[in-house]
């Protein structure tokens, strides 16, 4: 671990990602999916590539998960479940297209030693679940269903927080809430520990983000509707897109270190650098 000048602590992190090499849009499920515009594989591919080697590079361990002839959507691993502590609660895609990716990942999860956690109730993983310290944050509203909150918790014996989402342009979670810090060590309660775009989330859940975490950042219309929040930290080193300028702005004010990746490719299909990002916790 690093530490620094501003006190951050970059941590280790271990992911689980899939190449795009079946990569296109042949349908739509999700308001950024528009099968008419052409997608280029290869670029996708080469993208992806950029993200996985700069994770290396960050000294994270990265896992990969075959990708399936027929799945274009595998490349977004975060879908695929919700792991802590050795335990893989599975994936139970609301579409029938995405359907057949939760017996992937749970196979894979099994096979490289995780407790494995069969869903009931639909849910799309660390799509909607976001753990922030030992809270879970759970999203619904478009993908994952609030009876997933209360599987999960019962699954991880963790509080769960439920929120709201109002906007489809941000149907997960993952796309309008992003996890800086864990809060660990001293003073780790008073990080500023996420950062989220407001407006994408109920009145009710506005309040609890609020009360919660006084100090997050509060992101743009204009940075959301990039992506900008799809993004991934090691409590230092944040990747994000490049398209998020304003983020990237606030991101140094608070001391950390914004790390540029262009997925623009993969936004075709509705995902971003932390749909790509599953992290494994052992």
């Known amino acids: 671990m690093e530490a620094a000048a501003a006190g951050r602590i970059q941590q280790h ?5 899939c190449r795009p090499d079946h990569f296109t849009v042949s349908y739509t499920i999700n308001p950024w999916m528009e099968p008419a515009n052409p997608t280029d594989t290869a670029k996708a591919v080469a993208q992806w ?39 893989a609660y599975g994936a139970k895609f609301r579409f029938a297209e995405r359907a057949p990716e939760g017996p992937a990942f749970m196979d894979w999860f099994r ?14 993983g660390e799509g ?14 478009f993908r994952s269903t609030g009876d997933s909150h209360r599987e999960l918790g019962a699954v991880f014996g963790k509080e769960v927080v439920s929120l709201n989402l109002i906007d489809p342009r941000f149907y997960h979670l993952d796309t309008a809430l992003s996890v800086l810090d864990p809060v660990e060590g001293p003073g780790g ?23 919660r975490y006084p100090d997050a950042i509060r992101v743009s219309d204009a940075d959301g509707a990039v992506f900008g929040l799809n993004s991934a930290s090691d409590g230092l080193n944040v990747v994000i897109s490049p398209r998020a300028t304003g983020f990237e702005a606030q991101l140094r004010e608070r001391g950390y270190n914004p790390i540029l ?18 992290e494994l916790r052992r």
Do not use: W
Request: with cysteine.
């Open 13 to 17: 992190r271990s992911y689980l990602m």
């Open 49 to 87: 590539q950029t993200l996985y080697d700069t994770y290396v590079a960050l000294g994270h361990d990265v896992h990969l998960i075959d990708p399936i002839a027929g799945l274009p959507d595998m490349v977004y691993t975060a879908n695929g479940g919700f792991v802590i502590d050795g335990v």
């Open 111 to 124: 096979d490289a030693g995780f407790d494995v956690a069969d869903p009931a109730e639909v849910n799309e």
């Open 128 to 141: 909607d679940f976001l753990l922030v310290g030992d809270t879970i944050l759970a999203g619904t509203g």
């Open 189 to 211: 309660a008073e990080r500023a520990n996420i950062a989220y775009l407001e407006h994408a989330f109920d009145e009710r859940s506005q309040a609890i983000l609020a009360e």
């Open 261 to 278: 990746i262009d997925l623009s490719e993969l936004l075709l299909g509705g995902g971003g650098i932390k749909c790509c990002t599953l």
